[in-house]
């Protein structure tokens, strides 16, 4: 029997290469997946760097999501066969040949999606979905404003909001990448380096603000955003891309507005919550998947051996949707 496998080391220059790794094994209430394609995320760039803890029992291989073929089934697995195709998020260990799952973090990819584009779906859309509805609580008439839209993150949360029923207001970087959030469905996007979002959305909601906004940059958009939000609106941060220390504030901007500040981090979740979340959302969205009103976008595939590529383009913020790794 194969004991070994490869995986995606980090080297002490914190550069990655492929090299041999202890093969996990199949408990019973587990599946053993022979991994296709993993995904690139903000936090494989950290981890690397040794910025980034990796949760109690996690594994130190990078990687937070993977599509691939069940392997091997766990005695007490049920309504899973060996060479299904299979989605997850994982709390590490996406960057190598094979990963062991939780049946119940199983996700089963519909037939009109490849594995690549199976892969670039867990991390993203079950943030995006935590973050605008379990935590955000948005409904259907409201008005969301998305950061970083182009983003893996962000391309899914503003076809999820759409999806909703909500009014979808986005920032972007670039004008490329504006209009394809436009093509995704939002109803105004800002490119932040040409206009103060701040400004455009008082425009655009006769200063009546916007209920929820989901927000990976931090510090530097902190005031922005209070000024952006509506009375009772709600503020889910997600990401520190701007600074987290926030030199100074006025707490009574918030407790006028009688607002709400959430913070999120999806891998860190109990594995329980994590196992009610991906149900939750399976329910919900994987109908919209196979009908294609929601899609994962892909920006680029990258081969096993063209990984530090692929880490530099997401360092470039060059990336529209998700870079996603092919394995060995």
Not at 197 to 204: P, V
Not at 213 to 234: E, H, M, Q, T
């Amino acid at each position: 029997m194969q004991t070994s496998m490869q995986a995606c080391l980090i080297g002490s220059d914190h550069s990655l290469y492929w090299g041999d790794w202890e093969k996990p094994t199949c408990g019973p209430d587990e599946l053993l997946v022979r991994i296709y394609a993993t995904a690139v995320n903000r936090a494989d760039l950290l981890q690397k760097r040794g910025k980034y803890p990796v949760p109690q029992g996690a594994s130190p291989i990078l990687g937070l999501e993977m599509a691939g073929t069940v392997e091997e089934v766990g005695a007490n697995v049920v309504n899973w066969q060996v060479g299904e195709r299979v989605a997850a998020l994982l709390s590490g260990g996406g960057y190598a040949q094979y990963v062991v799952i939780p049946q119940a973090m199983a996700i089963q990819i519909p037939d009109q999606l490849s594995l690549e584009q199976a892969a670039g779906i867990p991390e993203v859309f079950l943030t995006a979905y935590l973050n605008a509805f379990k935590l955000g609580g948005l409904q259907a008439g409201e008005r969301i404003l998305v950061h970083a839209a182009a983003s893996g993150v962000g391309t899914a949360a503003v076809q999820l909001a759409k999806a909703a029923g909500a009014r979808v207001y986005a920032t972007a970087g670039t004008d490329e990448k504006a209009e394809a959030v436009r093509r995704l469905g939002a109803d105004c996007v800002m490119n932040y380096h040409h206009q103060s979002f701040k400004d455009r959305i008082q425009q655009e909601t006769n200063e009546q603000g916007v209920q929820l906004i989901l927000d990976p940059v931090g510090a530097s958009y902190w005031k922005d955003n209070l000024d952006s939000l509506a009375f009772d609106g709600r503020l889910v941060l997600y990401g520190t891309l701007g600074g987290s220390k926030i030199e100074s504030f006025d707490l009574m901007a918030a407790m006028l507005k009688r607002i709400h500040i959430m913070g999120s981090t999806l891998r860190g979740l109990p594995q329980t919550r994590k196992a009610a979340l991906t149900a939750d959302f399976v329910e919900w969205a994987m109908p919209m998947f196979k009908s294609g009103q929601l899609q994962p976008i892909i920006d680029s595939v990258w081969d096993a051996e063209e990984v530090n590529e692929a880490h530099v383009q997401m360092e470039r913020n060059a990336n529209i949707g998700k870079l996603i790794i092919l394995t060995p």
